[in-house]
Every structure is written in C-alpha cells, then in structure tokens.
C-alpha cells in the first residue's frame, strides 16, 4: 500500500484508503498500546479508532507531514491518547481520593474536635512506628499522594503493594491504639 496514494484518496474524500489502512494496522497498534499501557481493551480499541480519527483529520487539514512510517505516526498519536487517558484516569482517582478524605468532616460537624483529639492521637503513635511506615501514611494522608507515587519514592514493587502495605500499617496503628488504653 502506497501512503501517497491513500493520502490523495482521503483528500478528495474517499474512504477506502483509511479502511486499508485500518486493516492493515489496527491489530498491531492494538498490541503495542497493550503491551506499554495498563488500559481496558475496550480503552485501547477507542484509541486506536481515535487514532485513525485523528490521521484522516489531519490529512483532510493538511497537517499531516510524511516525516515516519506511517506505523509510527500513527503511534505517535495513539500514544498520546493513551498517555492522556492515563493521567485523566490518575487525576480523577485521586480527586476521589480527596473527597473521600474530606467528606467526613462535613457529614457531621460536632465530630470535628473529636477528630483532632484523634488526629493527635494518631501523630503521637505514628512517631512510634519505623520511618518508611510513617512516610507512607504522611506521603497517602496528609500530602495526598497517589499510591503509585508512594510505591516508586518508597521503593516499592508497585501501587497494590503500596495499598496493601498502608493496610498493614493502618491495621498497626489500631492495634497500637487499643493497647494504649
């Protein structure tokens, strides 16, 4: 298949050259976006249609510019969205995150001064535990990183193993907190 010539069909408006061009690599952009991205197949089949999408928009506005192979422009493109989505999905997880941390406070007012008693409470006992467990909880609950984040500056293998580690401890604590009294 010639670019130059599915270039032209797309100009003057005929489809068929993008249908080539789907055929021939959509199964591979599939699988490369599969193998470099955490994403659902139903995420990775809307960016590569989004992709496709996006070429013919480009040659129809003359913004394509034949600088690669075509396999790697179109790349190109789908990594970007796939990047995008991806830090969209982060974002999102860690407004709730947020919301889910703030709302307690708001659901019922006159137990603001009992969780600062408990706040404090929780400080004093975290500066009993060792200094990585400690960061952990500071980095999750009082600078809302994402677990993410906390596994690669924790050195940890990845987000579920952050997750199950902040379990740990929290467990800790609570046990900590019930043998105080």
Do not use: C
Not at 83 to 89: A, G, M, P, Q, R
Not at 90 to 105: D, G, L, N, S, V
């Amino acid at each position: 298949m010639r670019i130059q010539k599915v270039i032209k069909e797309l100009q003057q408006g005929q489809m068929a050259g993008l249908a080539k061009l789907q055929r021939a690599y959509w199964k591979r952009m599939f699988r490369t976006l599969r193998s470099q991205f955490s994403l659902n197949e139903m995420e990775l089949e809307d960016i590569v249609a989004n992709t496709f999408i996006a070429f013919y928009e480009n040659v129809v506005n003359n913004n394509y510019q034949e600088e690669a192979s075509i396999f790697n422009y179109l790349m190109l493109i789908a990594k970007r969205k796939a990047i995008n989505l991806v830090n969209e999905k982060k974002r999102h997880r860690e407004k709730h995150e947020e919301i889910a941390y703030t709302i307690p406070q708001f659901l019922d007012p006159g137990q603001h001064e009992l969780a600062k008693d408990q706040a404090m409470q929780v400080k004093l006992l975290m500066e009993q535990l060792p200094e990585d467990e400690a960061r952990l909880l500071t980095l999750f609950y009082f600078h809302r990183w994402g677990m993410d984040d906390i596994a690669r500056e924790l050195g940890l293998k990845n987000a579920d193993s952050a997750k199950d580690k902040k379990r740990r401890i929290i467990r800790k604590l609570q046990q900590m907190l019930v043998n105080k009294d």
